[in-house]
Structure formats: C-alpha cells, structure tokens
C-alpha cells in the first residue's frame, strides 16, 4: 500500500534551521515527482518545492535561496525539505506530496495513464523569535 510519511517538523527560531523528511514507500506506479507543500491556517495549501524523477527542482518565489529540495544520494523515494534562514510566516503544516502515474493496457496494444497524488499527514513547523 502506498504510503507518504513526513518528519522533522517543529520549533526553529527567526533566522534558524529545519530539515523535513519524506519517506514514500510502497508505489507500484511510476513516481512522477515529490514535492512539499505548506498550508497556514484556514488558507489554501501552496507549493513550497518539487522534485522529478529526473532531478529538476522548482521552487516557489518566497523560498527560493534560502529552501533545497533534495533527494536521499542511496533512496530516491525519499526527500529532504532544508530549510534556512527561517521567518515567522514560514509557520505552517508542511505536507510532502508524491505524484505518480498509473498506466494500463487498454484496447488492442493501447495504453492507458493516469497521475495521482499521495499526500502525507503533515508535520507542524513553528518559528518564533
């Protein structure tokens, strides 16, 4: 069963550090991309970062030079959230997201796809001076 597990959430002060972690396990499918988004409150749930399986990143404007996505060097299938010089409106649930593709055989030699998200649970980060 598919399954997207975050961590290393939790209290940074102003100017400080995090590191998330996502660990996506048990995906038949192909992975297109992992990424992590962050929701504040009763706001809607924006992108923070992505990755793909070929290793492109993109970021959102408001983190950029101070936030990396990363993959684990030995497990593709897990993600790293480095987060740096930390401001108070970085104060979130941060989900991490795995978005895949489903292909089955249709008519003949057909094929047929379908991409899908996986979200985890969320891991809370606080910032406070």
């Known amino acids: 069963q598919a399954q997207v597990v975050e961590s290393g959430g939790g209290l940074a002060l102003v100017g400080g550090s995090l590191t998330l972690s996502c660990v996506a396990s048990?995906?038949?499918?192909?992975?297109?991309?992992i990424g992590w988004y962050r929701q504040v409150s009763q706001k809607q749930r924006e992108l923070v970062a992505t990755?793909?399986?070929?290793?492109?990143?993109?970021y959102a404007e408001f983190v950029k030079g101070r936030f990396t996505i990363a993959r684990d060097t030995t497990k593709n299938t897990v993600v790293y959230l480095q987060m740096s010089d930390l401001q108070s409106e970085a104060k979130a649930v941060y989900y991490c997201?795995?978005?895949?593709?489903?292909?089955?055989?249709?008519?003949?030699?057909?094929?047929?796809?379908?991409?899908?998200?996986?979200w985890g649970q969320g891991t809370q980060v606080t910032v406070s001076q």
């Open positions: 990755i793909s399986s070929d290793g492109t990143t993109n």
């Open positions: 048990g995906f038949a499918d192909r992975i297109n991309s």
């Open positions: 997201n795995v978005n895949a593709r489903r292909t089955t055989k249709g008519w003949g030699k057909s094929l047929n796809s379908r991409d899908y998200d996986t």
